[in-house]
């Protein structure tokens, strides 16, 4: 059956409550945040879908002004996936803007620096 999306600017709806509850507690995010393991390309590419889910949580909950716990998701997304290990990529401009609306002006503040900075590392060394 179709539904209203009250949001105009989003083709899409979220269930925060299950979808809080799969991503941080269920899902298990193993060794994305240990640098000595290599990742390639196609599985850098899942880390996008991760970060881009976790940013869409992120978005439904401040619209839902769940500001703590949209924080909350945004801190899981930079500890478990950390740029030392698999580099920022293009959902990294989002997060900056989520961490600004949930105010985190100094965490906001120090992402574009490191993800400007982050060295290319070719060929990957393992």
């Known amino acids: ?34 640098d000595k393991v290599y990742y390639s390309e196609d599985y850098r590419n899942f880390v996008l879908n991760h ?11 401040i619209d839902e002004t769940q500001m703590e716990k949209a924080n909350t998701v945004l801190e899981f997304s930079l500890t478990k996936m950390p740029d030392r290990v698999i580099a ?12 600004f609306k949930v105010g985190q002006r100094k965490r906001q503040l120090k992402l574009p ?14």
């Not at 409550?17 to 060794?31: L, S």
């Not at 970060?51 to 909950?61: D, H, M, V």
């Not at 920022?88 to 961490?99: E, K, Q, R, S």
């Open 51 to 61: 970060r881009s889910a976790l940013n869409s949580l992120a978005e439904a909950l």
């Open 88 to 99: 920022y990529d293009h959902t990294t401009a989002t997060l900056v803007d989520l961490l």
């Open 113 to 126: 620096i490191s993800w400007a900075t982050v060295p290319v590392k070719w060929p990957p060394t393992w």
């Open 1 to 34: 059956m179709p539904i209203r999306n009250p949001r105009q600017d989003r083709e899409y709806l979220v269930d925060t409550e299950k979808t809080y509850n799969n991503m941080i507690n269920k899902f298990r995010y193993r060794e994305l945040d240990n």
